[in-house]
């Protein structure tokens, strides 16, 4: 079945550094890649995504490109701030609907 | 425009007692998806409805029935809690039919219960 691996956490970063976390999964068929992201006590919310090999998605400074030859997602931004601290989840989905989730990967941003 | 909401924000069950959460959205969605989110283990799907009329089970569903009332709304009932059951609730909703291999989710607040 359908699985997706994100590097574990939490990240704690200063504000303005780079930041990268990893995402691969398996699937079998194309599946659309997504990264989501939850604020303290909120429900998830679409950050970006990408529907096939190559794409890269991009929203609010962070990005991610779909890589089919390594089957990974990474997301990245250049310069985080303290308003992203946040728990970032790494999905894909393919058919019938059924959306499967990395297991999150907390963000700490410090001033 | 609310988009999904669910209620209550806040359960606290003793063994062996009933609830229903309820959950709606305003956006027209096909689908909708009851989910729990435990530390640790990520998003786990309870029930999902492809459409107004169908439920299927998803990756957890032992201990849960659902509901899809209408269009607008899916309930999650816990017929007899047990502590395994102490989780974060998400229902979602995503707009594409049944096949559709990309769909975007639009998830709710959230309902915290916990099982004594």
């Known amino acids: 079945g359908n699985s997706v691996t994100q590097m574990e956490g939490p990240v704690t970063l200063s504000e303005e550094a780079f930041l990268t976390i990893n995402c691969t999964y398996t699937?079998?068929?194309?599946?659309?890649l997504f990264w989501y992201v939850q604020y303290p006590g909120e429900g998830l919310q679409l950050l970006l995504k990408?529907?096939?090999?190559?794409d890269k998605g991009s929203n609010k400074g962070f990005e991610a490109t779909y890589r089919k030859e390594t089957t990974s997602f990474h997301l990245e931004k250049g310069s985080v701030q303290v308003s992203d601290s946040a728990v970032y989840f790494c999905?894909?989905?393919?058919?019938?609907?059924?959306?499967?989730f990395g297991t999150g990967t907390k963000l700490q941003v410090i001033p | 425009n609310a988009g999904v909401t669910q209620t209550p924000k806040f359960q606290v069950l003793k063994t062996g007692q009933s609830m229903t959460l309820q959950c709606a959205q305003d956006?027209?969605?096909?689908?909708m998806y009851w989910y729990r989110q435990d530390p640790g283990m990520g998003l786990r799907l309870i029930y999902y409805?492809?459409?107004?009329?169908?439920?299927d089970k998803g990756e957890v569903p032992n201990g849960y029935n659902v509901s899809r009332l209408n269009k607008r709304e899916f309930s999650l009932r816990l017929e007899s809690a047990a502590p395994s059951q102490t989780s974060v609730y998400f229902c979602?909703?995503?707009?594409?039919?049944?096949?559709?291999?990309?769909?975007?989710?639009?998830f709710g607040p959230g309902t915290r219960l916990t099982v004594l």
């Open positions: 979602a909703s995503s707009e594409r039919g049944w096949g559709e291999s990309y769909n975007e989710q639009f």
């Open positions: 409805s492809a459409s107004e009329g169908t439920t």
């Open positions: 999905a894909l989905g393919g058919g019938y609907q059924k959306v499967t």
């Open positions: 699937a079998t068929g194309y599946p659309s």
């Open positions: 956006m027209n969605h096909n689908s």
């Open positions: 990408a529907t096939k090999a190559d």
